[in-house]
């Protein structure tokens, strides 16, 4: 079945460094991939998404390419800040029947100033 | 701008009980879903449901059971509650092809 592997936290990191959280994805067809951040306290938000290889999504400065060949979407971030301190999880969904998602493990960024 | 609501925050039960943990959205989603989230393993769906009274198993139904007896309310029953079933409880619907929004999440305690 459909599957979602991203690196293990936590990752701590200074303010205005980059920021590189991979992940990768084991799917049948052609998934849409997507990267949800979840704040201290509160419940998931789609940070960005990518439906088709090669496209590129990106919002609030955080960017992720859709690679088939190597069944990869990577989170990015030129400059963190303090603010973006959060769980980030990767997911897939898959074509046909439901519209099921799957989630990664999830990742923790602590970003200190 | 969509709203989905869980009934409790924060939620202690005692072994055995019954619990009602419930979600209301504000808009007219067909398409409602049950997680729960713990350390290490992400999200797993529990239940979903894509129309009043119609429900589907998801990956980890045992222990569950789930109500939609209107479109806005999406209720997830605990039968008899057990230490095992301590977690946080995250509501979704969903919003467009594929996206998922999230409720703020109940955190259950089993004691």
């Known amino acids: 079945g459909d599957s979602v592997t991203q690196m293990e936290g936590p990752v701590t990191l200074s303010e205005e460094a980059f920021l590189t959280i991979n992940c990768t994805y084991t799917a049948t067809g052609y998934p849409s991939l997507f990267w949800y951040v979840q704040y201290p306290g509160e419940g998931l938000q789609l940070l960005l998404k990518a439906t088709k290889a090669d496209d590129k999504g990106s919002n609030k400065g955080f960017e992720a390419t859709y690679r088939k060949e190597t069944t990869s979407f990577h989170l990015e971030k030129g400059s963190v800040q303090v603010s973006d301190s959060a769980v980030y999880f990767c997911?897939?969904?898959?074509?046909?029947?439901?519209?099921?998602?799957?989630f990664g493990t999830g990742t923790k960024l602590q970003v200190i100033p | 701008d969509v709203k989905v609501t869980q009934s409790s925050r924060y939620l202690v039960k005692r072994t055995g009980e019954k619990v009602f943990l419930e979600c209301v959205q504000d808009m007219d989603h067909e398409n409602m879903f049950w997680y729960r989230q713990d350390p290490g393993l992400g999200l797993r769906l529990i239940y979903f449901s894509y129309d009043v009274k119609m429900k589907e198993k998801g990956d980890i139904p045992e222990g569950y059971s789930v109500s939609r007896e209107k479109k806005e309310r999406f209720s997830l029953i605990l039968e008899s509650a057990s230490t095992n079933q301590t977690s946080m409880y995250l509501c979704?619907?969903?919003?467009?092809?594929?996206?998922?929004?999230f409720g703020p999440g109940t955190r259950l305690t089993v004691t």
């Open positions: 979704a619907i969903q919003t467009g092809p594929y996206e998922q929004y």
């Open positions: 997911a897939l969904s898959g074509q046909g029947g439901y519209q099921k998602v799957t």
